[in-house]
Each structure stands twice: as C-alpha cells, then as structure tokens.
C-alpha cells in the first residue's frame, strides 16, 4: 500500500512539473507567430488572410485568390 501511495505522488509531481514547464514556454511567446497578428481583410474586395508585427508594422497578404481566405490561426 505504501508502494502504491509513493507511485502515484511521484506521478502526481511529474504531471504537476510537466504542466508548469509548458505554461512557463508558452507564457515565453515561443512559436512560430511570436509578436505576429494573424488577420483577415477585404481591403482589397476579397476577404484574404494577412499577418503583421504586433504594432502593425510589415502588413503582408499571405493568401491572394478568389475563394474566401478567412479565419486564420496559429499551429504548430
């Protein structure tokens, strides 16, 4: 019973350490749109998907076609 007891503390302190360590790495902004804003426009008369700095700055149009681009996200 005492075996069972300590296995399952030191699990609980492995989930616990591994959920912390993740948090911290994502509270770091690390990944592929650290300081990027994901959009959508239709500037130019079609909604298209753009991303740009977080101060707005470098505003680039990643998609350019006639079906409608909307809805982007960030992944891995």
Same mark, same amino acid.
């Given at each position: 019973?005492?075996?069972?007891?300590?296995?399952?503390?030191?699990?609980?302190?492995? $989930?616990?350490?591994?959920?912390?360590?993740? %948090?911290?790495? *994502?509270?770091?902004?690390?990944?592929?749109?650290? =300081?990027?804003?994901?959009?959508?426009?239709?500037?130019?008369?079609?909604?298209?998907?753009? $991303?740009?700095?977080?101060?707005?700055?470098? %505003?680039?149009? *990643?998609?350019?076609?006639?079906?409608?681009?909307? =809805?982007?996200?960030?992944?891995?």
């Amino acid at each position: 019973m005492k075996r069972l007891l300590l296995v399952l503390l030191v699990i609980t302190l492995a $989930v616990f350490l591994l959920i912390c360590c993740n %948090q911290a790495t *994502l509270d770091e902004g690390e990944g592929e749109g650290e =300081g990027k804003i994901a959009f959508q426009s239709n500037r130019d008369g079609n909604e298209e998907i753009y $991303v740009m700095n977080a101060d707005g700055s470098k %505003q680039t149009r *990643l998609t350019n076609n006639p079906a409608l681009d909307a =809805g982007p996200s960030w992944g891995p």
